[in-house]
């Protein structure tokens, strides 16, 4: 049985990539879907997270206690850029050759829209399950994990057993598991002075490069004590490097960006404790001053690749040796759901090409988006099965 027919499922998901979610206004989209889903009598509530900005989690329950199963996508999106590159309005969702055009269709109204049609097909079948299904729409993903974040800490998706992201993997591809990413700022104070008189300033450049040096060799040392068979090591890659006046004064201010991509067996923490060991020993022997600023401090997500929600999707595939099991550098809202608990089933599985996210002419195969209806539908009965 099917409740809704492929014209509304395209229409629900053309509505809510025309709402625009730039890093901002997920409280429409938010709506959109609650609307949706009371119209077939489940109930929402959403989360706040800043004016405009609300996470939506609702919940349909099968016929007795067991796992919870979190859905996940979120609910914001990248910037369009200049709408001149674009051949289609990106707003408008237009459909050519079996393919809608827009910002976020693939990363990752799409996945969102074929989870909450999935829940709903199944609440109108009869909610054929044990346990319960639980949605989670979450804001700011693409910028700090907003949504993610306060779901986590403030308890909404507490004992959860699974979460399913609908992040596009593409059908073929199923990610059982991503490293951390810690990006921070190395910020270098030191004092003006003409350059004829170095003596009298502090060459805060100088000390950007002692930091250089004496981190590197911390780094290296921390990250071989430890490789993870599924994500390989933890590296740390300074990115951007800003500083200095002009030609002939000392430089003052030096500022470096860096991204660390971590493991569980060299964490986040471990990165950390090699910088700030850096820092003090740098400072101490100069009369400038290093200082650590960190943007973003995103743990890893593991999960065996044959756990049980990983098979139930693969097994909703019709040919499911066709469907791989992977692992991606990138993180996700994963990196908040899975501090929850110590041990959880983990799946990152959407329509779309991963390499389409966030370009211009961001696409969805229509067929695609439509065919992970039908696949959600199955794997999370099996997942749940009575
Ligand atoms: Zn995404």
Known sequence: MTVFTDEQKIKYL??????????????????????????????????????????LVADVKGQEEGKLLVLSGHTDVVSEGDPFYWTYDPYAAEIHDGKMYGRGVNDMKAGLMALV??????????????????????????????????????????GADGFLIAEPSGQGTIIYAHKGSLQYEIH????????????????ALQLMVDYINNS???????????TNEDLGDTINVNTVINGGAQINSVAEKVIMKANART???????????????????????????????????????????????IEALVNANEN?????????????????????????????????DMSVAHVVDEYVEVQEYLDFVDIYKQAIKDYLKV
């Not at 590197?216 to 430890?226: M, P, Q, S, T």
């Not at 493991?263 to 400038?288: C, F, R, Y």
Request: proline content about 3%; glycine content about 10%; hydrophobic content about 35%.
């Open 14 to 55: 053309q509505d809510i990539v025309q709402i625009k979610t730039v890093n901002d206004n997920e409280e429409e989209a938010a709506n959109y879907l609650a609307g949706l889903l009371k119209e077939y009598g489940i109930d929402s509530y959403g989360v706040k997270y800043d004016e405009g900005r609300v996470s």
């Open 216 to 226: 590197n060799e911390k780094f290296a040392e921390a990250f071989a004590k430890g």
């Open 263 to 309: 493991i569980p067996e060299v964490d986040n923490q471990v990165v950390l404790d090699q910088i700030n060991a850096a820092i003090e020993e740098v400072n101490a022997t100069s009369k400038g001053e290093l200082s650590l600023n960190i943007l973003q401090n995103n743990y890893f997500a593991t999960s065996p690749d044959d756990n049980p929600l």
């Open 320 to 352: 499911p040796e066709a469907v791989s099991r992977e692992t991606i550098g990138g993180a996700t809202d994963a990196s908040n759901f899975s501090r929850i608990s110590d041990e959880y089933d983990l799946a990152i599985y959407g329509p779309g």
């Open 188 to 203: 270098a104070q030191g004092q003006s002075a003409h350059s004829s008189m170095p003596e009298v300033g502090i060459d």
């Open 117 to 158: 049609l999935a829940m709903i097909e199944l609440k109108e079948e009869g909610a054929d399950f044990n346990g319960t299904i639980r949605l989670a729409a979450t804001v700011g993903e693409e910028i700090g994990m907003y949504g993610s974040k306060q779901l986590s800490e403030e308890g909404h998706l507490d």
